[in-house]
């Protein structure tokens, strides 16, 4: 009888052993939504399966009608931790959501299907998590350009430029920091000030599925920045890792390179507008989120020039996201930061509206 109960004691501790260490394994969930990428597919897919630890691939091919699809299926052959969904063609919000429908693992990632990791990039990711219990992390990046021009983003010039108590040693941002990086102590600064976007992020499943922070279908673009402020609008606990792990093919026929942008947002802005959580967000919050937004207004201006355009080219849209912010007083608008580069650039192009 004794000898009995000793081997249900020691199968019941082996049991709850398992038990803990399959909650403590970080696992994570790669979404791949995929277009007509079979030019840069395979250099994603092998970045991602060299990668180590626990996790599952899901590709979501979205109606491509080039090789994409038949080399999906080539790489799951060889890996059964890979998924793909096939669907018509939806666009990337419409695919990443199809990914999140069926990941089963703890964190979430997403890689655009003409990018590609660092090596070890989930090894170094993981790590912190295990040390934080992160509910988002954010690393930097590679800017890659058409022609193999490589920037480091969110690097090194920017923390030669921040005092050593600034640097956030511990790693850890709250929603205030991130959105409000004109608090100065609080704030701490600017090196980390990633606004949306979702390159090089890694986020807790349960963050996700608790509020439903899906991307919003049928729109352009920066539906990545909706889906990021929502995140950031809950408070959650936030790992910054400043080192590289993705590379991001900034290529020039992306619609961030087009004067597009300046139609697109206000449909995109519009959208993290009519979430719940910017509607519950406070005054000053909506403010912060709206600036970040006139950035891209900013951009589209840029594009234009690149592009050949006149100088005052894009000033009708930059007036309309300028008087937008008549809602806010005087003293509320010293926080901003792309409001006033806005009315600068209206002046400098003698706009003929009262500013």
């Known amino acids: 009888m004794k000898k009995r109960l000793t081997i249900i004691f020691i199968f019941l501790v082996c049991l709850l052993s398992l038990y803990i260490w399959i909650q403590n394994r970080i696992t994570v969930s790669v979404i791949i939504p995929v277009y007509n990428a079979d030019k840069y597919l395979e250099k994603c897919l092998n970045s991602v399966f060299a990668q180590s630890g626990s996790f599952e691939v899901i590709a979501v091919n979205d109606g491509s009608i080039d090789k994409s699809l038949e080399i999906l299926q080539q790489y799951a052959g060889k890996h059964s931790n890979m998924h793909i969904i096939s669907q018509e063609n939806k666009g990337v ?10 990941a089963k693992n703890k964190y979430i990632t ?10 070890d990039a989930f090894k170094k990711i993981i790590k912190v998590i295990k040390k934080d219990k992160s509910d988002i992390v954010l690393t930097g990046f590679y800017d890659v350009y ?14 030669l430029e921040v005092a050593e108590e600034n640097k956030f040693a511990n790693r850890h941002l709250d929603k205030l920091q991130l959105l409000s990086p ?27 599925d608790k509020h439903n922070i899906i991307f919003p279908v049928g729109i352009n673009s920066h539906e990545d920045d909706v889906f990021m402020f929502r ?42 507008q009519n979430t719940p959580e910017f509607k519950q967000a406070n005054r000053r919050t909506k403010m912060l989120i709206e600036d970040n937004w006139l950035g891209l207004v900013i951009l589209g201006i840029a594009n234009l020039q690149r592009h050949g355009a ?3 080219a894009g000033a009708v849209e930059a007036y309309e996201a300028y008087k937008s912010f008549d809602k806010y007083n005087a003293a509320e608008l010293k926080a ?10 209206l002046e400098e192009v003698k706009f003929n509206q009262p500013l």
């Open 310 to 312: 006149p100088w005052g």
């Open 146 to 159: 058409d022609r193999e021009w490589v920037r480091k983003s969110r690097g090194e010039q920017a923390a």
């Open 231 to 272: 995140a950031y609008l809950h408070n959650p606990l936030i790992s910054v890792i400043s080192e590289p792990v993705y590379n991001y093919r900034n290529r020039i026929d992306s619609i961030s390179k087009s004067e597009k942008i300046l139609k697109s947002m206000p449909e995109s802005l519009s959208a993290m």
């Open 93 to 102: 919000s419409a695919a990443r959501n199809a990914g999140l429908k069926i």
């Open 110 to 119: 997403f890689v655009d299907s003409d990018d590609w990791l660092e090596p």
């Open 182 to 208: 004109f608090y100065g102590k609080e704030a701490h600064s600017d090196l980390f000030y990633t606004g949306g976007g979702i390159r090089g992020r890694f986020y807790l499943k349960d963050l996700l």
């Open 336 to 345: 901003t930061r792309n409001y006033p580069n806005i009315k600068r650039f």
